[in-house]
C-alpha cells in the first residue's frame, strides 16, 4: 500500500503533496500504458454486484464510468460504508490500481487502513495508493487528480460530514471527469445521522449502509463479511430497496443472504443492533 502524507495548509508542503500524488498517478498511467491498456478497452459499461436480485433492480448492473455514494448514518457504520465501498470498488475494477483518499483525522476516529486487513479482504495492497488530505478540500483535490487518471481502475474518496466544499457543483465535476476517464468513482461519507437528508449530488446511485453479523466459521473463526444496504436513489432505476449481503472474498462478488435467517421470520427482519448489547443467537457473531 503505497501512502501519500496529508497536505497542510501552507502552500509549499501542499504543493509537494499535489505533486507526490501527480507523480504516482502517472507512474499508474504508465502501468496502462505497458500492460493495463487491453484490459481497460475490455470492460464494459456496467459492473454487476454478483448478486441476482440486486443486479436485476440495477438494469444489469452499477454504471462502470461514474460517480457512486455510500453513506453511514452513524460513525459506528462506518466500517461497513468503507467495506461496502470497497467491494464495490473490486467488482468495478478487478485486478486494477485503486487509489483511497480521505481526511487524516479519520484515522483517528475510525481506524487506519491494515494491509493484512485488506488482503483478507480481497484487496491487493501493493496495488492501493492511500492519500491522506487535512480537510474536506484536500481529499477532493485528490479525488479530481484520480478522476482524471485513466489508469486507476477505481477511487474511493471519503468525506466526513456534509463540508461545504462538497456541494452539488464539486459531484457534478466528479461525475464528469468519471465519465471522460472511465475511472469509477465512490465517495464514502459519514453523515452522522443525516443520511436521509444528504444534500443534492450527480452520484450515478446512492446507498446507505449498516453492518450486520456474519455466521462464524469453524472454531468460531469470523465469518465473510456482510452489510444491511439500501439503494436510495439510482438514476433511471430502482430506489428505496433494501437487500442483505454477504461479501465473497474469494469468488470476488456479492451474494444475498437471506436465507441463512430463520425461515419462520419475514422478509423484513431487522439487523442486529450493530451498537448495543445483544445477545446474538448461537452461531451468529458480531462482522465488522
Known amino acids: 500500500m503505497h501512502a501519500i502524507n496529508a497536505w497542510r495548509g501552507d502552500a509549499s508542503p501542499r504543493a509537494k503533496t499535489l ?12 502501468r496502462r500504458e505497458g500492460g493495463f491498456r487491453a484490459a481497460s478497452l475490455e470492460r464494459s459499461e456496467r459492473f454487476s454486484l454478483g ?23 452513524r460513525g459506528g457504520d462506518w466500517s461497513a460504508a468503507a467495506g461496502f465501498g470497497l467491494a464495490l470498488a473490486l467488482r468495478a475494477a478487478p485486478g486494477r490500481p485503486l487509489l483511497w483518499a480521505r481526511q487524516d483525522f479519520l484515522d483517528g476516529e475510525t481506524g487506519r487502513l491494515n494491509g ?7 484487496a491487493d495492497p501493493a496495488g492501493l495508493s492511500l492519500v491522506r488530505g487535512r480537510d474536506a478540500e484536500a481529499v477532493l483535490r485528490a479525488g479530481v ?23 452539488l457543483t464539486a459531484t ?5 471527469l468519471a465519465e471522460s476517464s ?12 443525516e443520511a436521509t437528508r444528504a444534500p443534492p449530488s450527480a452520484a450515478v446511485s446512492r446507498w446507505r449502509a449498516r453492518p450486520q453479523n456474519s455466521r462464524a466459521l469453524l472454531a468460531n473463526a469470523p465469518g465473510a463479511p456482510r452489510f444491511f444496504v439500501t439503494l436510495l436513489r439510482h ?10 449481503l454477504e461479501w465473497q472474498r474469494d469468488r470476488g462478488f ?4 437471506a436465507e441463512t435467517y430463520n425461515a419462520a421470520l419475514s422478509g423484513s427482519v431487522p439487523a442486529f443492533p450493530a451498537d448495543g448489547a445483544v445477545a446474538f443467537p448461537p452461531g451468529w457473531r458480531r462482522a465488522g
Open 19 to 30: 505533486a507526490a500524488l501527480r507523480l504516482a498517478l502517472a507512474k499508474i498511467e504508465a
Open 51 to 73: 448478486a441476482a436480485e440486486v443486479d436485476a433492480a440495477l438494469g444489469g448492473g452499477l454504471k462502470r464510468a461514474g460517480l457512486h455514494e455510500v453513506l453511514a448514518p
Open 116 to 122: 493484512v486487513g485488506l488482503a483478507e479482504f480481497g
Open 145 to 167: 487528480e484520480a478522476a482524471r487518471c485513466k489508469g486507476l481502475g477505481a477511487a474511493l474518496i471519503e468525506i466526513f460530514g456534509a463540508p461545504r466544499a462538497l456541494d
Open 172 to 176: 457534478l465535476r466528479l461525475a464528469r
Open 182 to 193: 472511465g475511472v469509477t468513482l465512490f465517495l464514502l461519507r459519514i453523515c452522522a445521522g
Open 235 to 244: 438514476r433511471g432505476g430502482a430506489a428505496d430497496c433494501s437487500w442483505r
Open 254 to 257: 456479492f451474494r444475498e443472504t
